[in-house]
């Protein structure tokens, strides 16, 4: 079974421009994740999609970050412009949890390879 | 608010010894807890996956225990090898899925 995958690996670019990823999750998954990872911390939510909607982006900087996740299958993670803390590695999860059914409690996350973005 | 709090942030051992990571959350409420394996410039991998009714879960040779009511969880990695060096990660999660996560323990285990 193929894993979430996650591009491009890295990226630098310099401050104020924008920047742009990409995340097809496992096959089947109604459940779509963005973390943000900063160095030495744990993942922080960005995001969460079921299927094609928005279930929790409190902590999304919507003045600069945008996600959409079109057809309830891929999502692309933008930030516009960037600042120097948005350095950080950005991780998309998956997962079978459906909130329609009920509260997710087996909810199992499974993670790609993650986004180094590096702001000059 | 849920905070998640790992104990120690590092950890060097020698080859062979048993050891324990801490994790500790402000929350009981949870609706479960995982233990993520991070190696550097990887995503995250999972290890194990404790539902709230559950005491523990074990996978080889490593053992996750859970108590709600303390708020803690400790992840049990007997016979320690070097392929075991990695950051570990606990998360807890709400009912929507969400996972909040500790800061990590960077375990190294030196042969």
């Known amino acids: 079974e193929a894993g979430v995958a996650q591009s491009p690996r890295y990226k630098i670019i310099e401050k104020r421009q924008s920047v742009a990823f990409w995340c097809n999750p496992i096959?089947?998954?109604?459940?779509l994740y963005w973390y943000q990872q900063i160095l030495g911390q744990g993942p922080k939510l960005l995001i969460q999609?079921?299927?094609?909607?928005?279930?929790?982006d409190s902590q999304l900087p919507k003045d600069r970050f945008s996600a959409e996740r079109l057809k309830g299958v891929d999502s692309t993670l933008k930030i516009q412009p960037a600042k120097l803390e948005d350095s950080a590695v950005y991780l998309c999860a998956s997962s079978l949890g459906d909130l329609t059914l009920g509260p997710i409690n087996t909810g199992e996350l499974f993670f790609g390879e993650g986004s180094r973005l590096t702001v000059l | 608010k849920q905070e998640v709090t790992q104990i120690p942030a590092a950890l060097s051992v020698p080859e062979g010894e048993n050891l324990v990571l801490n994790c500790s959350f402000t929350?009981?409420?949870?609706?479960?807890l995982q233990w993520f394996r991070q190696d550097p410039g990887k995503g995250l991998t999972s290890l194990l996956l404790i539902q709230s009714s559950q005491r523990e879960q074990t996978s080889g040779r490593l053992n996750a225990s859970l108590d709600k009511s303390s708020g803690r969880s400790t992840l049990y990695i007997a016979a320690s090898q070097p392929g075991d060096s990695a950051t570990y990660l606990c998360a807890v999660s709400r009912n929507t899925g969400k996972l909040i996560f500790g800061q990590g323990t960077t375990l190294q285990v030196k042969p």
């Open positions: 999609f079921q299927n094609n909607g928005v279930v929790d």
């Open positions: 929350d009981s409420a949870i609706y479960n």
């Open positions: 096959s089947g998954h109604a459940t």
